[in-house]
């Protein structure tokens, strides 16, 4: 290497340092102020439990977008034409420790594109962009998948997430590192975790011999969640976990994820259902048209006036208790210009807002996959 | 597990009885003269009509069907099949000797498509859209648009006449006595046959294995597996393989009526003695007898696979072994 290419590097270092003492800097600051709840920071608001331990988020994205190359479904089909979609453009979120942070939007709007790109999974059409920190640390294609189950683990919605023709406790348990001796030892080890997680989320040790199909609803989602938990992650990525539940139970069946979060984990829970986040969440992600329109602590959502965005206040109308109402013009967000549901005029931003909140039949998940 | 049995049991005699009328039905329907076809064209040309309608008396031909059936259908359930006109012996025997070859044919075939096209097929899906992937779906593409005759004439080409590498036909050498011929020979005679019949077999068993292994990969537990950090080639070992074996098991047995399809044509390219080949003596020889009793014995094949397969899907599958266990 030439004199000149070291005297580069080596002036790119510094300039690396000196922007990472300054980023240090800011974060610590960020640490002392304390900030108060509405406070706005990386574009967010602070709950009460958010934390910023060792001075950064557990989990952030910046700028994230996610882009398919597909043929056109409208053309015919020797014609049809490629053509790009970005059903996720430039999207920021944040995981504090301590927080549950409640994704909010439409079913079928991909939603859980963005949990496959948290966890480094793409479909191979796929395209991402965007920078990803876990833990402060900066995170490529290969660091995530690294982590993948270990530092960022995921909840799926379903018990078909589960293999139907193994039994439980051998998939929780998953597959056992290493050769020999060091596997048999791994696998032990393994066992022993999986039947003190068993324990602790009221599962029989009989459930470990049992089959998907035999199992209940209750108890497949705390057999979903121990998965999740094999491997001591700090963030978990809950996508949908309580589907076709009542708000109460499903409220309950989220007290696991409120645990896990009071002992210093973060929680993304992906959700279309508004008032389930606004009851067990820390902070609402309110997301739109592939992005995060407003990233704000639950407390906003006591009035239209602390909101930002005018779909998250379309938002906080569609709720049960403000009667389900759209209403005319963003910004215009009080009683008095409330109109009925079905009104004629009724906008893109409020028929989405009822939409998000399960007012109107969703689309199935299964389109978000593309 | 008796009752299973015995449902099963009823099934096969319904099925039996069901194949035995239709293909007694069928084959009086058609325009084969049992005077004709015993007498010869020549003889019956030449034959007076007293004897002419002597001989009718003596082959039923102016018995009603349903009659003719209940004589054949007692003397089938007491275990006499007939007599083979062409082969002249008991059509219980020449199906015997003739399964013997044909057996041995099917199974090499069937155990070699079955493993190379789930292997393949494997391959194939789960690393959908690479070469590997290209190069089996081409292969598959062009053999399954492939007549199973035309690929026995170009292996007989290429391998037997060109390069000389197996025997042009049969099962055994030529002009060699019955007890000098050895395992070798008898290997070396039915090489090509089985490779032409596995090639053909191959295609199909790979191509819905493909479909399947997709199918699998794109589950939300594969999905949840490898979220969980497990590699592609993990998850398809330990998830993969053990969702693929029920299909499998479907698809391998289904190839069963497949292969046995195939090795019709096999055999006559070949001039392999064997089940097929006496299918197509009989069809065209008018040899009724041997023609209903291969239709049956190729019926029962077909059943048994099926039930093989149902069998071990109770034993494979806990949704299926452990029903009503949801607790």
């Known amino acids: 290497m030439t004199e000149d290419g070291k005297r580069a590097l080596r002036e790119d270092a510094q300039r690396e340092d000196a922007q990472r003492e300054r980023m240090r800097h800011e974060d610590a600051r960020h640490e002392q102020t304390r900030h108060e709840d509405a406070q706005a920071h990386h574009h967010h608001t602070h709950a009460p439990a958010s934390r910023h331990a060792h001075g950064h988020h557990l989990l952030q994205v910046e700028d994230l977008t996610v882009s398919f190359r597909m043929y056109d479904a409208e053309e015919p089909y020797l014609a049809a034409r490629q053509r790009e979609v970005r059903p996720i453009e430039r999207l920021s979120i944040s995981v504090h420790a301590g927080e549950i942070v409640a994704v909010v939007g439409a079913s079928g709007s991909g939603k859980s594109l963005l949990a496959d790109a948290v966890m480094g999974l793409f479909e191979p059409n796929a395209t991402v962009t965007g920078r990803i920190w876990f833990d402060g640390e900066p995170m490529d294609a290969a660091a995530l998948a690294r982590v993948r189950g270990r530092g960022i683990a995921l909840v799926p919605q379903s018990v078909a997430s589960l293999d139907p023709l193994m039994k439980v406790g051998a998939f929780v348990r998953g597959a056992a590192c290493g050769r020999g001796r060091a596997r048999r030892e791994d696998a032990a080890q393994r066992a022993r975790r999986q039947r003190e997680l068993f324990a602790r989320y009221g599962l029989a040790p009989e459930v470990e011999d049992l089959y998907p199909h035999e199992l209940s609803g209750g108890m497949a989602r705390r057999v979903l969640l121990c998965c999740a938990l094999m491997d001591a992650p700090r963030v978990i990525v809950a996508d949908e976990p309580t589907p076709g539940l009542d708000l109460e139970l499903a409220v309950r069946a989220m007290d696991d994820f409120r645990a896990f979060a009071d002992a210093g984990g973060g929680v993304m829970l992906i959700t279309h259902d508004i008032e389930l986040a606004l009851r067990v969440a820390d902070r609402v992600a309110v997301f739109k048209d592939g992005t995060v329109v407003e990233e704000t602590a639950v407390a906003n959502f006591a009035a239209p006036e602390l909101l930002e965005h005018p779909f998250s206040r379309a938002l906080w109308h569609a709720l049960p208790e403000h009667g389900f109402a759209a209403f005319a013009g963003a910004g215009a967000g009080t009683a008095t210009s409330r109109k009925s549901a079905d009104a004629p005029g009724e906008g893109p931003a409020e028929a989405g807002a009822r939409r998000a909140a399960g007012a109107a039949a969703a689309p199935s998940e299964g389109g978000e996959a593309l | ?327």
């Open chain 2, 1 to 327: 597990m008796a009752k299973y049995i015995l449902h099963n049991a009823l099934r096969f005699l319904l099925l039996m009885a069901a194949v035995s009328v239709v293909v007694f039905t069928l084959v009086s329907l058609s325009p084969v003269d049992p005077v004709q076809a015993n007498v010869g064209q020549a003889a019956l040309l030449s034959m007076s009509p007293e004897k002419r309608a002597q001989l009718d008396a003596y082959w039923g031909v102016g018995t009603p069907l349903p009659e003719r059936y209940l004589s054949w259908a007692s003397a089938l359930l007491q275990g006499d099949m007939g007599t083979s006109l062409r082969y002249n012996a008991p059509v219980a025997q020449v199906i015997a000797a003739r399964a013997a070859n044909s057996l041995a044919l099917m199974a090499i075939a069937w155990v070699a498509s079955g493993v190379i096209g789930f292997a393949l097929g494997v391959l194939a899906g789960v690393r959908r859209g690479s070469l590997a992937d290209k190069l089996v779906k081409g292969y598959c593409f062009v053999l399954a648009a492939s007549p199973t005759f035309w690929i026995g004439l170009l292996f007989l080409m290429v391998f037997a006449v060109g390069l000389g590498w197996f025997p042009l036909g049969f099962s055994v050498p030529v002009g060699k006595a019955a007890a000098d011929v050895t395992l070798l020979d008898a290997l070396h005679h039915i090489a090509l046959p089985a490779i032409t019949l596995s090639v053909v077999g191959v295609a199909n068993v790979a191509l819905h294995t493909r479909e399947k292994t997709i199918d699998v990969m794109e589950s939300d537990y594969v999905r949840f597996a490898r979220a969980r950090g497990m590699s592609t080639w993990q998850v398809a070992r330990r998830h993969g393989l053990r969702n693929l074996v029920l299909p499998a098991i479907t698809l391998q047995f289904a190839q069963i009526s497949e292969i046995f399809g195939g090795s019709v044509l096999v055999e006559q390219v070949f001039s392999y003695p064997g089940l097929g080949q006496a299918a197509v003596t009989a069809g065209l020889g008018g040899d009724v007898a041997l023609l209903a009793g291969i239709a049956l014995v190729s019926a029962a094949l077909v059943f048994g696979g099926n039930l093989a397969a149902n069998v071990l899907y109770g034993v494979v599958d806990p949704r299926m072994r452990r029903r009503g266990g949801a607790r």
